[in-house]
């Protein structure tokens, strides 16, 4: 029996074990998925191999500690210094990321983005950022604070703080903080946020299950908005093909996966 699990701080909302459950279940695989509460980021590693694990899934706030946790990185994630997924190749920790494709593909019906405003700078951010950059978009960046934005200060991108912040158009705007995730506030302040949703045409938030304030206020005024969850299901999608080293069929994948979530 293979073990997996995902781990964060909070961990407790995460779909990820419903999901990948599921497709152990479907393709009649003897393994199971669970959920690990870390506290210390820095402990990533010891506890992964304590509990035998096969694979894992990071969240919040460790997935620029994952990165420091692996024996090897490979991928994307070496772009970017973020990973989400972690598997066991012989007692190796083999570090991935599949979040930004799994946000791409979540935002496939909004077309012609080519201005986007991120906002936060934590790890999904750093990973969507990169992801948005390569494939020719003009990305700025608004954050609480300034110490993350300095992390970004050597690409092409335009760093804001609350303060200093200077609204343009933009196709998207992208919500990446935990803002709304445990409790009912904005990733910005109010003022903010409504100048900014009156010059956007799409917004996305990373946060799924839940319309989140942010969100709320994208529906008020009628902007096409996507929540967290396809990014969850594309992520999950490619975890799965890395945790099983076999690529099952996307679609089929996503179908079982979405189906769980209907369970929760
Ligand atoms: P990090 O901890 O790395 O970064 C958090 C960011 O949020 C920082 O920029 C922080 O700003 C900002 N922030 C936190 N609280 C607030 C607040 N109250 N107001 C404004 N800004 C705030 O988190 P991750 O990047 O790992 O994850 C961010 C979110 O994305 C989480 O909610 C996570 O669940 C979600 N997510 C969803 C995925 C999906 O598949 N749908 C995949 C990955 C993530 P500061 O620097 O000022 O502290």
Sequence with gaps: MQLFAIFGDPVHHSKSPLMHNSVFQYFDIKACYTRILLKDGSKLKERFLELGLSGANITIPHKEAAYNACDEIRGFARKVGVVNTIVNENGKLIGYNTDADGFIFAIEEFKNIKRVLV???GGTAKALVQKFLDEGMDV?????????????EQLNVKLFTWENFKNEEYDLVVNTTSAGLEDDSLPVPKELLEKILSHTRYVADAIYGKLTPFLQEAKKRSIPYKDGTDMLLGQGVLASW???DKQ???HLIKKVMKQSLQLS
Excluded: H, M, T, V
């Excluded at 700025?140 to 970004?152: G, V």
């Design 119 to 121: 906002l936060g700078a």
């Design 242 to 244: 890395l945790f099983l």
């Design 248 to 250: 099952y069929d996307k």
């Design 140 to 152: 700025s960046i608004l954050n609480r604070s300034p110490k993350r934005l300095q992390e970004f």
